[in-house]
């Protein structure tokens, strides 16, 4: 990967600004005594990093420094304990999901932690605070939830508040880099919010795809009246993401191990647009309605051009470059099972719609209350596919006695879709010496539809031009394959009953709740010529006991969850899906539901020398795992979903969070796990399906010394990895280690001036690593200009100096270990 250049030039401006009014104060002081005039009175403390105030945190935005510009996840990424996985977009706080960001508690941008992510400049930010949310309706009960629902909720600057800001910016680099953004925002200390934010680009974007684009449109609103509250927020995006992929695959089987290598070029086109409105009338002191909506369409293109190949010996090829020409011809012919070559188009839609209404209402002067609810949703969706392959399989002779070539050009359409409704009616009691008691009845109703019609294109072409995927020739509704075509509709009918009882004195807080819900399931299923009518019942499960202590900066928890999980449609279809010639599913209608529990204990001591940790364990019955044939001779695997048992893990966590010497701070992180994960799989041999079973073991260790003296600010990082897994069906164990050393900094300089730098050097070890190759070492640089009296900045910036970025990823699984690169 080469050098990336970037300069962007960034105009912040105060459009408006609320001016206080100045307060002036004198004391008149008794004759007797005289005045004393001092010239000055400094007084200096160390600044509190983290305080607690019941079941919130609060922690001071001013305690970790970030360069200016920089937005609200940069600020995140230095306060102990807050992670953010840019993969998953999930935001977590001492390993807890934050579910949404506040902005001076009231929602912003609802649940897109993204958009708040990428637009909330991190200046803004005076407070960050932790607290387990209660829903609107719940707060005006006095009624606390059993069910977690811990936010992130920021307080703004109050210089700021009730000023309109403006924040512009726009950039370009050599490699086709380029940006510009536009925010326009204004926060009140009241919940009163206004927020838009425009941007477009691919500054971020690390493969070497010339058309990788990010365009997104967010706009946020809340206001708040003595008896109505309004939030709304529309969020747009607009991308294109274009990327290689390769991987090296190792998949174990009852009697011997394959080898799986493939390499891809992708490219997917996206676009969404999203409404939401909530809106909350306060009729009286007793009553308050809550109506909220949302409306969504998405749409999405995705292309694929990928090359793979299967042996039942180790080719000895790399996870990098797998079909290098003198490397991937080397392979012994003896080694190859089959070679593939394929193609994918993919087309697809969802409109969805969904409107939730409440009534709550407390009855009496013991705060006894009503809650009725109703909500409504629905989602359409509609893909369109086309496959496009050759398969030569080398152990599978042809009529010429040379190795079988398989093409294979199909279409597919699909469309879905899916309804739900629901009513119901919760009463909760105060009772006394701090207990609570709540019972709710719920109606559900679902239904879902999902039809596949599959057409043979491969009778279009007469063999004298390539092939050419996502072009539907004439007539060709008439190849209409009817074996693999399905039509599938589902209803059922819940009936959700809730206790839940609740101890709330000084410090504690206690709560068991059960949920059963009945259900009634009703499957039609047409395949080919048969048609089939299934009607399911089953009972649905869900505890859950939690048990919180606290005093002042320390708190205990432990908690316990369950709940069943019945099996998706798709999985329950009896249906056969075989556009991927080397990877044919099936459905299985004879599917249990899963139950899984976990239990978690955790001690948190916020104090500034304190050490915390936690421990948790899970487990699921009736796994709902996919069971895999593979044909030896074809190299195809079938996969069809099965209920197993046996799969269980453990988590340990330790950290210690140190305040060194004035403004030097020390964080660390020690963590150790198992995991034992269940799998079946057969090779066709008569022998039957055998359990395939893998244990893995991992520990690491995660520490990070900040300095943040008044020019500028310096965090030093080291990461370690461990992990070993083994599989019964082979001998030998696997083991992978993971370190990375890190620094981040940047300091100020006269004349506006700063530098921002920052430089990782990682590396791996292992069993089947070579050490060399998987070194990496990333320098980026910075340098920015303020002037116009601070009102514009001129930054340029240096990605991938060395230009040595390796993106390496190893998976383990019940039936295998992948190794891939992106």
Not at 78 to 101: A, C, H, Q, S, W
Not at 298 to 307: E, F, L
Not at 510 to 537: F, I, N, W
Request: charged share 20%; proline share 3%.
């Amino acid at each position: 990967m080469s050098l990336h250049k970037f300069i962007s030039i960034v105009i912040p401006a105060l459009i408006a600004v609320l001016s206080l009014p100045a307060h002036t104060s004198a004391a008149t002081a008794p004759d007797s005594i005289p005045d004393i005039e001092l010239e000055g009175v400094v007084v200096t403390a160390p600044m509190r990093e983290i305080t607690v105030r019941g079941d919130t945190v609060i922690i001071n935005a001013a305690a970790y420094k970030v360069r200016e510009g920089a937005y609200l996840e940069e600020l995140l990424r230095r306060v102990p304990g807050m992670e953010y996985d840019r993969e998953t977009k999930t935001l977590t706080f001492n390993g807890r999901p934050l579910k949404e960001i506040n902005v001076n508690g009231k929602k912003f941008f609802g649940s897109n932690i993204l958009a708040a992510l990428e637009s909330l400049p991190a200046d803004v930010v005076s407070k960050l605070k932790v607290y387990d949310k209660s829903s609107e309706e719940d707060s005006f009960l006095g009624r606390r939830s059993a069910m977690g629902n811990y936010v992130l909720d920021l307080s703004t600057a109050r210089e700021i508040n009730g000023t309109l800001m403006a924040y512009a910016e726009a950039g370009a680099g050599n490699n086709h880099k380029k940006e510009a953004a536009l925010q326009v925002s204004r926060f009140k200390s009241n919940g009163d919010n206004l927020s838009l934010t425009a941007r477009s680009g691919n500054r971020n974007s690390t493969t070497d795809y010339r058309d990788n684009r990010n365009d997104n449109v967010w706009a946020s609103f809340s206001k708040q009246h003595s008896r109505f509250s309004v939030n709304a927020n529309i969020s747009l995006r607009n991308s294109i993401d274009g990327n290689e992929f390769t991987s090296a695959s190792e998949q174990y089987l009852p009697q011997t191990t394959n080898y799986l290598c493939s390499a891809s070029d992708n490219v997917n086109k996206s676009f969404a647009l999203s409404p939401n409105v909530d809106f909350g009338w306060e009729i009286d002191s007793l009553t308050l309605v809550r109506l909220e909506g949302g409306v969504g369409t998405s749409k999405n293109r995705s292309a694929n051009d990928g090359r793979q190949a299967t042996f039942d010996s180790d080719p000895g090829l790399s996870a990098r470059d797998p079909f290098k020409d003198d490397a991937y011809g080397k392979v012994p012919l003896e080694y190859r099972v089959n070679e593939s070559g394929i193609s994918t188009l993919s087309r697809r839609g969802n409109d969805n719609y969904r409107l939730s209404f409440s009534l709550s209402r407390i009855l009496n002067r013991h705060r006894s209350s009503l809650r009725f609810t109703a909500d409504y949703s629905e989602s359409d969706g509609h893909g369109k596919d086309f496959s496009l392959s050759s398969t030569r399989f080398y152990r599978l002779p042809a009529s010429d006695g040379r190795d079988s070539l398989l093409y294979r050009n199909q279409y597919n359409e699909s469309p879905s879709r899916d309804i739900s409704r629901s009513v119901g009616l919760m009463f909760w009691q105060p009772l006394p010496k701090n207990f609570s008691v709540s019972l709710s009845y719920a109606l559900k109703y679902a239904k879902e539809r999902r039809s596949r019609s599959a057409y043979d294109l491969s009778a279009f072409h007469d063999g004298t031009a390539d092939m050419n995927i996502g072009f539907l020739p004439e007539g060709y509704q008439s190849a209409y394959i009817d074996s693999l075509s399905n039509f599938n509709r589902s209803r059922s009918i819940g009936h959700a009953i809730m206790a839940q009882l609740s101890y709330n004195p000084e410090n504690w807080y206690v709560t068991a709740q059960m949920t059963v819900e009945p259900e009634r399931r009703t499957l039609a299923q047409k395949s080919g010529l048969s048609h089939a009518d299934t009607v399911r019942t089953a009972t649905n499960f869900s505890p859950l006991f939690s048990a919180s202590w606290q005093n002042g900066m320390k708190s205990l928890t432990f908690s316990y969850v369950g709940n069943s999980q019945q099996p998706s449609l798709s999985d329950l279809l009896s249906m056969t899906d075989n556009s991927n010639p080397l990877y044919v599913t099936h459905g299985n209608p004879y599917l249990k539901a899963a139950y899984r529990q976990d239990f978690n204990l955790e001690y948190r001591n916020y104090d500034s020398n304190a050490i915390s940790a936690s421990i948790g364990f899970s487990n699921i019955c009736n796994k709902q795992a996919q069971a895999e044939v593979y044909d030896v001779n074809t190299g195809v695997r079938e996969t069809y979903p099965v209920n197993v048992n046996g799969d269980r893990s453990m988590t340990l966590s330790v950290d210690y969070n140190v305040l060194l010497w004035r403004k030097l701070r020390l964080f660390s992180v020690v963590n150790a796990g198992y995991t034992r994960s269940v799998g079946l799989i057969s090779d066709n041999d008569g022998s039957g399906a055998s359990r395939s079973i893998t244990r893995m073991r991992n520990c690491g260790a995660t520490c990070r010394l900040s300095y943040n003296p008044s020019w500028g600010g310096f965090i030093l990082g080291a990461i370690w990895r461990y992990s070993a897994s083994r599989n019964e069906m082979r001998e030998a164990a696997e083991h992978v280690g993971d370190y990375r050393f890190r620094l981040d900094s940047y300091a100020d300089l006269p004349y506006g001036l700063r530098i921002n730098n920052d430089f990782e050097y990682s590396f791996r070890s292992g069993t089947g690593i070579d050490r060399k190759a998987d070194t990496q070492k990333l320098w980026n640089l910075g340098i920015s200009w303020r002037f116009l009296k601070n009102s514009a900045t001129l930054s340029a910036e240096w990605t991938d100096i060395l230009s040595d970025r390796k993106a390496y990823r190893r998976y383990v699984s019940a039936t295998g270990i992948t190794e891939s690169q992106i």
